[in-house]
């Protein structure tokens, strides 16, 4: 069988998987809770990963008027300072999807070690 936990390879007979130590026992029969938990912390992750994408992203189209006004003088008009705001300002909100979405996985984690 395969441990619920951490997914290696234990003998059927095997009370306790010698990888992480989870009681096969009693929390055998939580086998669809737990692999609906780490289904869910996949998906967290993925999601939290994908607001780190969208935050670098955006951060390099923030970054690109202002290097070319800076860096080589190019005029910058008003309608670039706002793209160049609103690009910071969606950075920000992907930094903070990307803790909620951590928060959660790293939540699920912890019950999943609790085992409810
Ligand atoms: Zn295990």
Redesign the pocket.
């Known amino acids: 069988m395969v ?1 619920p ?4 390879e ?1 003998s059927g007979t095997t009370k306790f ?1 010698p ?4 009681d096969l026992r009693e929390k055998g029969s939580n086998a669809a809770w737990i692999a609906a938990t780490q289904e869910k912390i996949k998906d967290a992750r993925h999601t939290a990963t994908a607001f780190t994408t969208g935050m670098v992203g955006f951060m390099i189209l923030a970054g690109v008027f202002p290097i070319l006004h800076f860096g080589l003088g190019m005029p910058m008009d008003s309608t670039m300072w706002v793209l160049t705001t609103v690009c910071i300002i969606v950075a920000i909100l992907c930094v903070v999807g990307h803790v909620h979405y951590d928060d959660k996985a790293k939540e699920l984690i912890t019950r999943l070690e609790r085992g409810r």
């Open positions: 441990c936990k951490c997914n290696s234990v998987c990888e992480c130590g989870w």
